[in-house]
């Protein structure tokens, strides 16, 4: 008998033993999986968020040479904006009602588990219906619903092991990103800033669905940060936290990005609005709040800083340090110490009239005459426009020429506040709101290549017509990739702009690219489907450009 229980309690620490194996094994995976390019793991491909690739088989030589291999009609008529996961063979993309495991050699599906959505999910999710992409771990697909779900598949069925409810989307939450899974935790963001909502993060148990941890974005009485909100402010203050964010395992730190305040009219909740429009450093584990940094306190224009950016290793006055850098939709690009938050530089890298710089000593933006004309009741244009400088798609870093890649934008937008009125389930914003202006004679937007510490771009390729709301991604190769509004996959020269390669994927590209190798073979994957944001805003050149979503794989002949 005491053998017997000896031999249970042994066989139950070898199982123990050996399940903790397996998920340190994955979270190790996670870790590496800048440096391993025959997976995609996480969003960013890698935790850094530098959409780099260590890839050089597509590069500058041949890049011309390349060819569609398959494509995958994924039947749904939205704006497709997921980046695809590959692992072990299979690859995982995510629409706003489906999840789709595919061969990425050949573009067989494998399975597909469709989501069933309330029929007035709808008119609650801003903006555009849509979902980024998922997660992986441990055997499961982690993806977040229009409806505020949290879903947990098994990935090589599709079968659901569990779901949670993060929020309740009649409110105005929506949930559209990626997970991120960070320290063995599953963390999410949410939507609906424009709605009235209150903002936050979550931490769920990743083999349970078990809530483990909120963060509130708004900082209410009695909490740090609750003083800078009037009254009861903060309950409806908006900072959405609406993309994912990035990790770094090293300190321990992740650096999640707010967005807008509520109501857009900031007169209507005087103070600093902590923490809308900022960068949050976070424990994984816990949700304990490390630091923050605030771009724009008080935020008149929309300027979401939910596209955290990246994490590099930057030569900073000719010391290396390790930063944050961000090209927020503000016009500013910014980098900061990453361990602690110092602003390091913040340099405009698109024409901006609201701010005339950023004070360095305090982190401070120093409000233009423009600015304080429009909080005294003026009527203004603005730039950059509500869509910003750069717009949520991320931009992508090579570390051989020392530059970031992103789709910039050069709009602008006349703006002017009204008295603001909540309703639920209805846009708060407190502005008369009357779109963007696209100045004549110019490019509305440019492929830029940009340096961190100056904002200056070494080179610009306009795109005519529509800009691009397309990600980028850069290789060793020494290429870019993106896509653009009308469809065209594109490869172009990380040194000069110069095109290397076009190919029309019949509706607009408004996603993440990402690259990756099997058998000694490259390959490279983009979703095609216009929509999103643009979409809403509306354009009439787009009247040429079908909607309809699809997966492309391309490599070399």
Not at 243 to 259: C, I, K
Not at 353 to 359: G, V
Not at 417 to 439: D, S, T
């Amino acid at each position: 008998m005491a053998s017997d229980l000896t031999f249970s309690k042994w066989l139950l620490a070898a199982v123990a033993a050996f399940t903790c194996t397996v998920q340190a094994q994955s979270l190790d995976a996670l870790k590496a999986d800048a440096a391993t390019p025959g997976d995609v793991l996480t969003y960013g491909m890698g935790y850094n968020n530098q959409r780099y690739s260590p890839l050089k088989q597509i590069n500058a030589k041949n890049a011309s040479k390349l060819q569609p291999l398959w494509a995958y009609s994924l039947n749904n008529p939205q704006g497709q904006e997921s980046q695809p996961i590959v692992h072990d063979g299979v690859m995982y993309v995510t629409t706003f009602n489906a999840t789709i495991a595919l061969d990425p050699l050949s573009g067989k599906q494998i399975w597909k588990q469709d989501i069933e959505l309330p029929q007035d999910v709808f008119k609650y999710a801003c903006c555009g219906i849509l979902n980024r992409g998922a997660a992986i771990y441990d055997g499961k697909i982690y993806r977040t619903t229009l409806d505020s779900q949290v879903v947990a598949l098994d990935a090589k069925t599709g079968k659901q092991v569990w779901k949670s409810k993060a929020a309740d989307y009649k409110d105005g939450h929506a949930m559209t990103s990626a997970p991120l899974i960070a320290g063995g935790v599953v963390i999410t963001g949410i939507a609906g800033g424009e709605y009235g909502t209150r903002g936050f993060i979550d931490g769920w148990d990743p083999a349970t669905g078990k809530h483990l941890w909120k963060f509130f974005t708004t900082a209410a009485p009695g909490e740090k940060g609750g003083d800078t909100w009037p009254a009861d402010t903060h309950a409806k203050g908006g900072a959405p936290t609406w993309l994912t964010g990035a990790y770094d395992p090293e300190l321990d730190l992740v650096y999640w990005g707010t967005g807008n305040g509520g109501p857009w009219n900031a007169e209507a909740r005087k103070g600093d609005n902590l923490y809308i429009n900022s960068v949050l450093a976070l424990r994984p584990k816990t949700g304990e709040l490390v630091w923050h940094y605030q771009f724009s306190p008080n935020d008149l224009y929309d300027y979401d800083a939910t596209e955290v950016g990246m994490l590099l290793d930057l030569k900073v006055d000719g010391k290396k340090r390790k930063v944050l850098a961000q090209a927020n939709r503000n016009g500013f690009f910014y980098v900061l110490d990453r361990a602690n938050g110092k602003l390091l530089a913040a340099n405009p890298y698109v024409k901006v009239n609201w701010a005339d710089r950023i004070d360095i000593a305090s982190g401070r933006p120093v409000e233009s005459e423009v600015t304080k004309r429009i909080r005294a009741g003026g009527d203004e244009m603005v730039w950059p426009s509500v869509v910003g400088g750069k717009n949520w798609t991320p931009m992508s870093w090579n570390p051989a020429t020392g530059l970031a890649y992103a789709n910039t934008l050069n709009m602008a937008w006349p703006y002017q506040l009204v008295k603001p009125e909540y309703k639920k389930g209805e846009w708060y914003l407190g502005v008369n709101f009357r779109g963007v202006v696209m100045p004549k004679g110019e490019p509305h937007g440019y492929l830029s290549a940009i340096d961190p510490l100056t904002g200056k771009s070494k080179w610009q390729m306009p795109w005519p017509g529509q800009p691009s709301m397309a990600g980028t991604l850069s290789t060793a190769g020494g290429l870019v990739l993106t896509g653009a509004a009308t469809g065209e996959f594109m490869v172009v020269d990380a040194a000069n702009g110069k095109k290397h390669y076009e190919f029309n994927t019949g509706s607009g590209i408004i996603g993440l690219p990402v690259t990756w190798e099997h058998k000694g073979r490259q390959y490279v994957t983009v979703l095609s489907g216009a929509g999103g944001v643009w979409g809403i805003l509306g354009d009439e050149r787009m009247a040429q450009t079908p909607a309809g979503g699809s997966v492309w794989t391309f490599g070399l002949k």
